[in-house]
């Protein structure tokens, strides 16, 4: 088995676990999910399974994100005005984010706790996480601009 098989069924377990019913799409957008590099949208999953499930909806798709995220499987990076995407990587990391794409990418760093610890010193607040994104063009746009 390999390791993202072995991801897929250790998420499949927990879902029973849960007592969430295994569905074939559902089972289709975990398996894309954790596949998946790209942090995508909702849309974005829809559109790569579309084909293979037409009667699916986005709203399927949305319900399925809302049981995976309430498991603690997915966690919803939201931007405001544009659509929310979804990692599955639930291990603390940072996010790199291409001007010229959008394109997310992971950065793994020891976590920042002690900026929470001063933060909450310095405020007063009640400190439950933090969120850090750096900003610039990926490889890929580098290679484009440069012709
Ligand atoms: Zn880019
Ligand atoms: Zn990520």
């Known amino acids: 088995m390999t390791v993202s098989e072995q991801r897929l069924q ?7 676990e ?5 569905t074939p799409q ?8 954790l596949n998946s590099k790209i942090h995508p949208t909702a849309d974005d999953i829809y559109r790569a ?6 009667n699916m909806s986005v709203a399927t798709v949305y319900n399925n994100l809302r049981v995976f995220r309430e498991n603690g499987l997915v966690r919803e990076l939201t931007y405001g005005d544009s659509s ?7 291990e603390e990391h940072y996010h790199l984010i291409c001007d010229q794409c959008g394109k997310i990418v992971d950065f793994h760093y020891p976590s920042l706790y002690e900026v929470e610890k001063l933060a909450a010193q310095v405020t007063n607040f009640d400190v439950t996480h933090h969120r850090l994104e750096l900003y610039g063009t990926c490889p890929d746009c580098q290679q484009t601009t440069k012709h």
């Open 18 to 22: 849960s007592g969430v019913r295994i």
């Open 10 to 16: 250790a998420a499949v377990e927990r879902l029973k």
């Open 84 to 90: 929310s995407r979804f990692d599955c990587e639930t």
């Open 49 to 54: 399974l579309e084909d293979k499930f037409p």
């Open 26 to 33: 559902r089972h289709a957008v975990l398996e894309f999910l």
